[in-house]
C-alpha cells in the first residue's frame, strides 16, 4: 500500500508536471504496469508445500513394549499404503479420467 501511494506522489507531485510528455507517459506507464503487479500478485510457492487442508498420512507414534509398538507398526503400514492408493488413485483419476471409483 505504501507503493501505491508513493506512485500516487510521483504521478501528482508539481515535478510530475514539469516533465515533457514522454517522461510523463513513461511514469504513468511504471505506475500502472505496478498497480497492476499488486493486483495480480500471488503468494510465493515454498518447497514441500501441500495444498489443501491434508497435510498427508501422520507419522507413526508408539508407547509401550515392543510387541504392541510392532503390532501397531504393522497396522500402521497396512492403512499408510491404504491410504497412499486412494491418494495415487485419485491423482489418476483426476489427471486422466482412469481408475474413478463411483
Do not use: H
Amino acid at each position: 500500500m505504501n507503493k501505491v501511494i508513493a506512485i500516487a506522489a510521483l504521478l501528482f507531485s508539481t515535478n510530475a508536471f514539469a516533465l515533457g510528455q514522454t517522461e510523463e507517459g513513461i511514469l504513468y506507464g511504471l505506475g500502472i504496469y505496478k498497480i497492476i503487479d499488486m493486483v495480480t500478485e500471488e503468494p510465493e510457492w515454498k518447497p514441500n508445500q501441500t495444498y489443501g487442508s491434508d497435510q498427508g498420512f501422520p507419522p507413526f507414534r508408539c508407547k509401550g513394549d515392543s510387541i504392541k509398538c510392532a503390532y501397531e507398526r504393522g497396522t500402521y503400514e497396512r492403512e499408510r499404503e491404504e491410504f497412499e492408493d486412494k491418494k495415487t488413485k485419485a491423482y489418476e483419476c483426476g489427471r486422466t479420467g482412469r481408475n474413478c471409483e463411483e
